[in-house]
């Protein structure tokens, strides 16, 4: 079992044995079982900046998903080696965008003589490949803590933004906290010819966003923020930008997963509140934080389900073979691609 004490002592001996050779990672989303293990945690943007930060560490195990270690990667040096301790863990959002399906939209806007007006903003929930596209393109990688700054970055250098690849932090960003009319956003669907839309509509939006989404967060919708605050009076509801605009928008408090521990740890005793993320990070807070009522915005079970393969025994064997000099499970990034994923990601780092 994953609490099994046995396997807990070997994660601790093999961590020992690293020594200062190793940091690991881990992300809010990840399982108990496996944050104890964590030198770090945070959201997808401290986590880049927190390896970034450690040129002395040999090996990276990011306890996350695909498209972080790879950040990781290229913000590392050639020495560095990341480590994801199950392969199987990546993101259904940062497969909802490949790079030729990207390719194609955007040839699509240069015939329409729009692209040299077109900045392209990527989530970091993306690949490499989407990165690198971005940094060719002079456009800039955000994330959920920082994409009111890359937008307005964005809007200074262009007038409109391609936004890839998640449509609701794209839309409620620029709708709730830009200003922007619902009318300055079109979806924009790689399965369509054309996406979907009229050259009028492509060539009229501020804002192209991609048809993407994250499976965990578009789970949430008005009905749970409208059961919770009747069943709950005075609840307050906090959800992540990854959220539905109609959800986000019903919602008290939203923001990343970083600023959902802070407004949460800054709640008076006695306060309730239903928060709209992924359920370890509820549970964690809800445990760490019995003077206040905390529970899952929905009723139903809500883990992802790729973050949650990191678990125990996975990094248990990933520790091992490293402590026994086998370098398992790396993640890299090839030269041309992450030159230009990092000028798009240090561009992220630079906002001010
Ligand atoms: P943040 O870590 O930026 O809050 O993003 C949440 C998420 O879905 C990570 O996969
Ligand atoms: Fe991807 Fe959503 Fe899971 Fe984050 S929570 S890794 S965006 S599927």
Redesign the pocket.
Known sequence: SPSDPTLVERARRAKAALGDRLFVLGHH?QRDEVIQFADVTGDSFKLAREAAARPEAEFIVFCG?HFMAESADILTSDAQKVVLPDLGAG????DMAALSQVETAWELLQDLGVADSTIPVTYM?SSADIKGFVGRNNGVVCTSSNAKRALTWAFERGSKVLFLP?QHLGRNTAVLEMGFDLEDCVLYNPHKPGGGLTPEQLRDAKMILWRGH????GRFTLGCVEEVRERVPGVNVLVHP?CRHEVVTAADYVGSTEYIIKTIDAAPAGSAWAVGT?LNLVRRLANAHPDKQIMFLDRNVCY?S??NRIDLPHLVWALEELAAGRLVNQITVDADTAHHARVALDQMLALP
């Open positions: 989303y998903v993101c259904s959002m940062a929930n998640d994250c499976s965990v967060h990854e992924e992802c790729t973050m």
